[in-house]
C-alpha cells in the first residue's frame, strides 16, 4: 500500500498540473478569439471613389489605386489565411497561421512545426495592449511576452501589414502620405499611440514590392530592444473581393542592409474583407 501511494502522488501531481496547463492555454486561446471578434467589422464606409486619391504623391496614388476597385466598399477588417515556414531554433518549421487585421488591433494565430511536436502561437494587439503566448502540444508553455516593449513592437508589425488592408492607407484623419521617389511612397500614421512612418515601394502598376520602416523590436532576441530596420518583399498580386494584395512574402529585421534576416516566409491563400467572424 504504502507503494501505491508513493507512486500515486506524483501521478496525481503531473494530471493536475497537465490540467492546469490546458485551462491555461484554453484562457489564452479564448481571449485571442474575443479580440478577434471585437476587431471584425463591416465597413459602413461610402463606395471606395478614385477622386479620394488626388493630390496623393504618384506611387501612393497607384499603390491605392490598384488596392481597392472602383466602387468597391473600402473593408475596414480583413482575416487572411495563410501557409508557409517560420525561422525557430535556427531552423525554418511549416507554418500555417490565421490572422485578423483591423486599424486598431491584430491576431495572429498559427501553428508551427517542431520537431513533429505543434506549438501554438497567439499574438495580438488590442486595447490592453500586446501579448505573445506559445504553447506546445497545448500543454507546456514555451513563449511568453507583453508589456511597454511588446506592444510597441507589435504597433510596428501591425503598421507595416497594412498593405494586406489598404482601406486603413486610404487618405484620411491620422493617414498622410509623402513622396519619397518615383516608386517610393512614405504613409505616417499612429498604431496603439506609436507614431510610426511605414516606406512603400510600387511597381509602375501600382502593385507593392516592398515595405519597410524602422521598427521597436529586439532582433537579436536578447531581451534588449531598440529601433531596428525590418520590412519584406512582396509578390503575387491577387484580387479578394474588390481588395488586390500582395500574396507572397519574406519578411525580417535589418531589411534593406546587408544584415537582412528573413524569419517568415509565408502565402496568402485567402483574404476576406466581409468583416465577419470568420
Do not use: C, Q
Not at 96 to 113: I, M
Not at 152 to 174: D, F, K, Q, V, Y
Amino acid at each position: 500500500m504504502n507503494k501505491v501511494l508513493l507512486i500515486g502522488a506524483p501521478l496525481s501531481f503531473l494530471a493536475v498540473a497537465a490540467l492546469a496547463a490546458s485551462a491555461a492555454h484554453f484562457r489564452d486561446a479564448r481571449a485571442a478569439a474575443a479580440l478577434e471578434r471585437s476587431l471584425a467589422r463591416a465597413s459602413e464606409d461610402p463606395p471606395f471613389d478614385p477622386a479620394m486619391l488626388d493630390g496623393l504623391p504618384g506611387p501612393a496614388r497607384r499603390y491605392l489605386a490598384a488596392a481597392v476597385a472602383p466602387g468597391a466598399r473600402p473593408g475596414r477588417s480583413v482575416r487572411i489565411t495563410m501557409t508557409g515556414r517560420f525561422l525557430l531554433g535556427g531552423e525554418w518549421r511549416p507554418l500555417t497561421a490565421t490572422e485578423r487585421l483591423a486599424a486598431d488591433g491584430l491576431v495572429w494565430r498559427a501553428e508551427v512545426k517542431a520537431g513533429g511536436l505543434p506549438i501554438s502561437v497567439y499574438d495580438t494587439l488590442g486595447p490592453d495592449g500586446a501579448a505573445l503566448r506559445a504553447w506546445a502540444l497545448g500543454l507546456v508553455p514555451v513563449a511568453r511576452a507583453d508589456g511597454p516593449d511588446v506592444t510597441r513592437s507589435a504597433a510596428g508589425r501591425l503598421a507595416a501589414e497594412m498593405i494586406w488592408l489598404p482601406a486603413a492607407l486610404l487618405p484620411g484623419p491620422g493617414v498622410k502620405w509623402e513622396g519619397v521617389d518615383a516608386d517610393t511612397a512614405r504613409v505616417r500614421l499612429t498604431v496603439a499611440g506609436a507614431p510610426l512612418a511605414v516606406n512603400l515601394r510600387v511597381d509602375p502598376d501600382g502593385r507593392p514590392v516592398a515595405v519597410w520602416m524602422m521598427r521597436w523590436g529586439d532582433p537579436d532576441g536578447d531581451g534588449v530592444f531598440s529601433e531596428a530596420p525590418f520590412g519584406g518583399e512582396l509578390s503575387g498580386p491577387r484580387a479578394f473581393g474588390g481588395h488586390t494584395i500582395p500574396t507572397s512574402i519574406r519578411v525580417g529585421w535589418g531589411f534593406g542592409t546587408a544584415a537582412f534576416a528573413p524569419f517568415m516566409e509565408a502565402e496568402i491563400t485567402g483574404a476576406d474583407f466581409s468583416g465577419g467572424p470568420g
